[in-house]
T-cell receptor, first 110, second 113 residues
């Protein structure tokens, strides 16, 4: 399979806590993207980090990329119940195609 | 702008029946994609298109065909549906100039009995 892997598969935290999700991929990339999927909906793009970047921030989101380890992490700070969703990483390896991970299901309890 | 739309939202087919899923986008994107999503499997690419009149196979193309006669539309066909094709199907589009951020439709939930 070409798919990357995400860890953990499921994560349950309390509101206000931070949530960290990890992603590993298999080959060299141009960029790595994170998407969010609310239950029963399509995916929505959250943030993109290029292969020559190591860290990127967007609001409460922080993404890191370690190309030597072929891994990335997504940190959501001060989580809210509305952050409850599945989160997917997707690696762009060229040609316009993305390879998606299997996702992390995040549950934020009020 | 409607973004990416998919028709129908739900469908139940009997084994051996055929159907076509329609995807439309109004963002003038060159690239369009069809994925299937199964529990615990993430998204798997079925077919994609890098422009009007062109299509290419993705990771799981068997049992599906596609056509891109107009830039804004991308059709996914199932010629003879099988229970293994029970899934949620997502269409997405992206611009051709990179970095290939994809915009997704709301999905079609297909059940084959």
């Amino acid at each position: 399979s070409q798919q990357g892997e995400e860890d953990p598969q499921a994560l349950s935290i309390q509101e206000g806590e931070n949530a960290t999700m990890n992603c590993s991929y298999k080959t060299s990339i141009n960029n790595l993207q994170w998407y969010r999927q609310n239950s029963g909906r399509g995916l929505v793009h959250l943030i993109l980090i290029r292969s020559n970047e190591r860290e990127k921030h967007s609001g409460r989101l922080r993404v890191t990329l370690d190309t030597s380890k072929k891994s990335s992490s997504l940190l959501i700070t001060a989580s809210r119940a509305a952050d409850t969703a599945s989160y997917f990483c997707a690696s762009h390896q060229g040609g316009g195609k993305l390879i998606f991970g299997q996702g992390t299901e995040l549950s934020v309890k009020p | 702008n409607a973004g990416v739309t998919q028709t129908p939202k739900f469908r139940v087919l009997k084994t051996g029946q055929s159907m076509t899923l329609l995807c439309a986008q109004d963002m003038n994107h060159e690239y369009m994609y069809w994925y299937r999503q199964d529990p615990g499997m993430g998204l798997r690419l079925i077919h994609y298109s890098v422009g009007e009149g062109t299509t290419a196979k993705g990771e799981v193309p068997d049992g599906y065909n596609v056509s891109r006669l107009k830039k804004q539309n991308f059709l996914l066909g199932l010629e003879s549906a099988a229970p293994s094709q029970t899934s949620v199907y997502f269409c997405a589009s992206s611009s051709s100039g990179g970095p290939y951020e994809q915009y997704f439709g709301p999905g079609t939930r297909l059940t084959v009995t």
